[in-house]
């Protein structure tokens, strides 16, 4: 069965997920992602990344991201590529009003990861750009996350380039971006605890390898946007705020 679609009612305007294809609902999979550590030899990818547990940093871009959202001139539209996470949405609601769309696109990218085995000529990309029902230049502001660490330079160019045709002039995304290439076996949650607190949140997933784009080729990916801030957190993260200009 396809995930339900939630709507989620609060201070915003309107909190919506999509509904998913019927292999991108994990379920019961997640109790066997804990037990997992490198996978077989031929398919492994080593060293994995020790859980690093719970860490928290300063964030001095999600603030300028909000206050740029805040200051459109209309009812602002936020897409969230990450899951639901109570605390930001809390956040989110206090701060803004506005129409917040979550898509959680790592869920995506797990049930691929999955089954890519068993299905090899499936497209990521086409499956990560049909997630979205909102038309061109439609987005006032779009968290990424750490979404780009996980995707193929193919996949990266073209998912990049349908953030950008979301995105109204003016329009925001944020991202993180890693510095190290590594084995990992887990993605993160990050959770505002406020406006300037953000807490890495480690959850399971199967092993996989994680890029680190130079800053050079991130300023390539996002081309029509102009990079407004770019901090290197304690996490060995770029947080990078970018920005629509026509």
Same mark, same amino acid.
């Given at each position: /069965?396809?995930?339900?679609?939630?709507?989620?009612?609060?201070?915003?305007?309107?909190?919506?997920?999509?509904?998913?294809?019927?292999? =991108?609902? %994990?379920?019961?999979?997640?109790?066997?992602?804990?037990?997992?550590?490198?996978?077989?030899?031929?398919?492994? %990818? *080593?060293?994995?990344?020790?859980?690093?547990?719970?860490?928290?940093?300063?964030?001095?871009? %999600?603030?300028?991201?909000?206050? #740029?959202?805040?200051?459109?001139?209309? *009812?602002?539209?936020?897409?969230?590529?990450?899951?639901?996470? &109570?605390?930001?949405?809390?956040?989110?609601?206090?701060?803004? !009003?506005?129409?917040?769309?979550?898509?959680?696109?790592?869920?995506?990218?797990? #049930?691929?990861? *999955?089954?890519?085995?068993? #299905?090899?000529?499936?497209?990521?990309?086409?499956?990560?750009?049909?997630?979205?029902?909102?038309?061109?230049?439609?987005?006032? &502001?779009? $968290?990424?996350?750490?979404?780009?660490?996980?995707?193929?330079?193919?996949? &990266?160019?073209?998912?990049?380039?349908?953030?950008?045709?979301?995105?109204?002039?003016?329009? /925001?995304?944020?991202?993180?971006?890693?510095?190290?290439?590594?084995?990992?076996?887990?993605?993160?949650?990050?959770?505002?605890?406020?406006?300037?607190?953000?807490?890495? *949140?480690?959850?399971? =997933?199967?092993?996989?390898?994680? !890029?680190? $784009?130079?800053?050079?080729? %991130?300023?390539?990916?996002?081309?029509?946007?102009?990079?407004?801030?770019?901090?290197? $957190?304690?996490? #060995?993260?770029?947080?990078?705020?970018?920005?629509?200009?026509?």
């Amino acid at each position: /069965m396809p995930r339900s679609h939630r709507v989620l009612e609060s201070a915003l305007s309107s909190i919506s997920t999509p509904e998913r294809e019927p292999y =991108a609902h %994990i379920g019961s999979s997640v109790t066997k992602m804990y037990k997992w550590g490198a996978r077989k030899s031929g398919n492994s %990818i *080593q060293p994995l990344t020790p859980d690093p547990g719970y860490t928290t940093a300063r964030s001095v871009v %999600i603030p300028r991201f909000l206050s #740029a959202v805040a200051n459109r001139p209309h *009812q602002p539209v936020i897409v969230d590529l990450g899951p639901v996470i &109570g605390s930001n949405l809390s956040l989110f609601s206090k701060r803004l !009003s506005c129409k917040f769309y979550i898509q959680d696109l790592f869920a995506d990218i797990e #049930a691929y990861a *999955q089954r890519r085995e068993r #299905a090899p000529a499936t497209n990521l990309a086409d499956l990560l750009t049909s997630r979205f029902p909102q038309p061109p230049r439609s987005v006032d &502001g779009i $968290l990424c996350w750490d979404l780009f660490d996980y995707l193929d330079p193919s996949t &990266g160019r073209i998912f990049a380039s349908k953030l950008t045709e979301l995105l109204k002039t003016g329009g /925001m995304l944020h991202g993180l971006f890693s510095t190290t290439p590594t084995g990992v076996a887990h993605y993160t949650r990050f959770v505002l605890d406020t406006e300037d607190s953000l807490r890495h *949140q480690p959850y399971p =997933a199967t092993p996989t390898r994680r !890029s680190a $784009l130079a800053t050079r080729d %991130i300023h390539l990916l996002f081309g029509d946007l102009e990079v407004t801030d770019l901090v290197l $957190l304690k996490s #060995a993260t770029r947080e990078t705020l970018f920005r629509r200009r026509r």
